[in-house]
């Protein structure tokens, strides 16, 4: 399985950009659908989660600015990231898990900036 991840981009602070990621075919027998970040200098973490159920789980430093969704149709996956800051600058990558498997998209920059 391939994951392709756009919509990265240079955004003012403030304002919004939607993230997607879409599998190269249907994932059979997945269990849950993340995106994290890696900011410069930083570990990789966890920012936002969607379980098969469609239930979601947020870092504490986007709730309530951060959405995960997900079109099953068209195995695609989103982040929609509103009121963006600085500190959200970073490399954000999609990952999907199969069983035991964790696929790993490419990942996508988004640069919060003025």
């Known amino acids: 399985v391939q994951l392709q991840a756009s919509g990265g981009g240079l955004v003012q602070p403030g304002g919004s950009l939607k993230l997607s990621c879409e599998a190269s075919r249907t994932i059979s027998g997945f269990k849950s659908r993340h995106w994290y970040r890696q900011a410069p200098g930083r570990q990789r973490e966890l920012v936002a989660s969607i379980t098969a159920g469609g239930d979601t789980n947020y870092a504490d430093s986007v709730k309530g600015r951060f959405t995960i969704s997900r079109d099953i149709r068209r195995n695609t996956m989103y982040l929609q990231m509103n009121s963006l800051k600085p500190e959200d600058t970073a490399v954000y990558y999609c990952?999907?898990?199969?069983?035991?498997?964790?696929?790993w998209g490419q990942g996508t920059l988004v640069t919060v900036s003025s």
């Open positions: 990952a999907v898990d199969q069983g035991t498997l964790r696929h």
